[in-house]
Antibody, heavy 117, light 113 residues
């Protein structure tokens, strides 16, 4: 069974750093793109960027380029999304999803709520 | 960026009746070399992640009830729920995966009348 399990909710202060994770199982993690999607409270879905764990090829949405860093460690089937200096406007639920690059997102993590206050 | 515009923003449909959601892209998402429309539909219920319903504009994801169907090509697409059930109350999003950045429609909220 394909699963993406994300790290737990976090509460941070503005200016702090944060790294959240997404661990895949039940498939060949290195061979599928993993995307990160933001959903601000009560709002829609925004594609932030994507990584191919097999070779760490990474693409960012221009809206998020320079604001976050996407990485992956294929040895432990885990992708990451990190911030070096959080803002209040980063408060949102963040989802990882398999695919979402040249294919639809067929499996999604449960979401990680990040609160910056 | 390719802008995805859904209509309506919300709709209320009686149980057992048809619900229709439209999605228009600002440029074609039909890739001529393989004749595929790079368009997906998702359902999101409160507190849950999005769930893939339809991909390549008209292919139903495994396990999705056949009352859900997708149609359209190029820039105009439709998601149809043929007979609305109580469990279909949700927000529905279209999304293009033709070009980065991938973009979603603003969402359509479906409720029971």
């Amino acid at each position: 069974e394909v699963q993406l399990v994300q790290s737990g909710a976090g509460m941070k202060k503005p200016g702090e750093s944060l790294k959240i994770s997404c661990k895949g199982s039940g498939y060949s993690f290195a061979n599928y793109w993993i995307a990160w999607v933001r959903q601000m409270p009560g709002k829609g879905l925004e594609w932030m960027g994507i990584i191919y764990p097999g070779d760490s090829d990474t693409r960012y949405s221009p809206s998020f380029q320079g604001q976050v860093t996407i990485s992956a460690d294929k040895s432990i089937n885990t992708a990451y999304l990190q911030w070096s200096s959080l803002k209040a406007s980063d408060t949102a639920t963040y989802y990882c999803a398999r695919g979402l690059f040249e294919m639809a997102g067929d499996f999604w993590g449960q979401g990680t709520l990040v609160t910056v206050s | 960026d390719i802008v995805m515009t859904q209509s309506p923003d919300s709709l209320a449909v009686s149980l057992g009746e048809r619900a229709t959601i439209n999605c228009k892209s600002s440029q074609s998402v039909l890739y001529s070399s393989n004749n595929n429309n790079y368009l997906a539909w998702y359902q999101q219920k409160p507190g849950q992640p999005p769930k893939l319903l339809i991909y390549w504009a008209s292919f139903r994801e495994s396990g999705v009830p056949d009352r859900f169907s997708g149609s359209g090509s190029g820039t105009d697409f439709t998601l149809t729920i043929s007979s609305l059930q109580a469990e279909d109350v949700a927000v529905y999003y279209c999304q293009q995966y033709y070009r980065t950045p991938l973009t979603f429609g603003q969402g359509t909220k479906v409720e029971i009348k």
